[in-house]
């Protein structure tokens, strides 16, 4: 039984331009949480998603992020126009549903803007 | 309100000793307090969670001690091993529209001297 799956590991980008972030939830979860991690600090809640649908995006900051759990295949972090302020770990969490407490994460996505 | 504080920083400890991180919150409507450990280039792994109708929980080394009144709560690791040498993390949660969106601390560097 495959883990929370993210990719890419590590991804450089320049300022301006785009960056997306994947992650495959594990088997039978349907419910996906992207948080940040900026360095020495504690990760921060951004989005929580379910099939085709954002619950909640309370964490997202309201220009150049966006975020997607389509129907089939992985959620999407999308960030448009990364400013070097967004150099930092992103992780997503899985959990099944009526088990909402138990949140699973994956390795993380680390951004460097350049 | 959202906030959960996190003590100390950092924390040195020889092995076989006590390890002892604190946390602090303010939002009574929390209803889930979970530890998750850390390590380099990692993700985030749920190491004891405890809810507030207990005052402590143990799993094997690891023990969560539950204070309501006082809204504080502490991972207390016995005998702590240079494999325990990591970053470990509470966080704080309730349930809202489904989802535990998870409020975490800071983040407590711990380090085991052989």
């Known amino acids: 039984n495959a883990g929370v799956m993210q990719n890419p590991r590590h991804l450089v980008r320049r300022r301006g331009q785009e960056a997306r972030l994947r992650c495959s939830p594990m088997k039978g979860h349907s419910h996906v949480y992207w948080y940040r991690q900026l360095p020495e600090e504690g990760l921060k809640f951004m989005v929580y998603l379910q099939k085709e649908n954002i619950i909640d995006e309370s964490g997202m900051p309201k220009e150049r992020f966006s975020a997607e759990f389509p129907k089939e295949g992985p959620s999407i972090l999308r960030i448009q126009q990364v400013v070097r302020g967004d150099s930092a770990a992103y992780f997503c969490?899985?959990?099944?549903?009526?088990?909402?407490?138990?949140?699973?994460f994956g390795p993380g996505t680390r951004l460097t803007v350049l | 309100q959202q906030q959960v504080k996190q003590s100390p920083q950092s924390l040195i400890v020889q092995k076989g000793g006590i390890s002892i991180i604190n946390c602090a919150y303010e939002n009574t409507a929390f209803d889930y307090f979970p530890w998750y450990q850390q390590f380099p280039g990692k993700g985030p792994a749920l190491l004891i969670a405890i809810r507030p109708d207990v005052s402590e929980k143990k799993e094997g080394r690891f023990t969560i001690s539950f204070n309501k009144s006082a809204k504080q709560f502490s991972l207390h690791i016995m005998d702590s091993q240079p494999g325990d040498s990591a970053t470990y993390f509470c966080?704080?949660?309730?349930?809202?529209?489904?989802?535990?969106?998870?409020?975490f601390g800071q983040g407590t560097r711990l380090t085991i001297n052989p």
């Open positions: 969490a899985s959990s099944p549903s009526g088990r909402y407490n138990e949140q699973f």
């Open positions: 966080a704080a949660s309730q349930k809202l529209q489904g989802a535990q969106k998870l409020v």
